[in-house]
């Protein structure tokens, strides 16, 4: 399984951004997607996950402010993220569980500016 992550880039506190994750080779195997960010000089955090019946969960930082969710026909998952705020600064990783071991993206870079 391959991810291709996309869509980051600079925005303004209180913009929105929505990142791709296109995911290709072996998905039959993929259940769960998700992702995770990780800010300069900090551990890397869990964002978002979403499972392929539809059901999804957030981290407490970004809930009702990102939406998680899947297009299975084009086999790309999504964050939409609104209200950014300057702590949402990172890198983003999309990942997916398979049944034998957990695929990264390359990431994509998220800036929030003052």
């Known amino acids: 399984v391959q991810l291709q992550a996309s869509g980051g880039g600079l925005v303004q506190s209180g913009g929105s951004l929505r990142l791709s994750c296109a995911a290709s080779?072996?998905?039959?195997?993929?259940?769960?997607m998700g992702w995770y960010r990780r800010a300069p000089g900090k551990q890397r955090d869990w964002v978002a996950t979403?499972?392929?019946?539809?059901?999804?969960n957030y981290a407490n930082s970004v809930k009702g402010r990102f939406t998680v969710s899947r297009d299975n026909a084009k086999n790309t998952m999504y964050l939409q993220m609104n209200n950014l705020k300057l702590e949402d600064t990172a890198v983003y990783y999309c990942?997916?569980?398979?049944?034998?071991?957990?695929?990264w993206g390359q990431g994509t870079q998220v800036t929030v500016s003052s």
């Open positions: 979403i499972r392929s019946a539809g059901d999804t």
């Open positions: 080779g072996s998905i039959f195997s993929i259940n769960v």
């Open positions: 990942y997916a569980v398979g049944t034998r071991q957990t695929y």
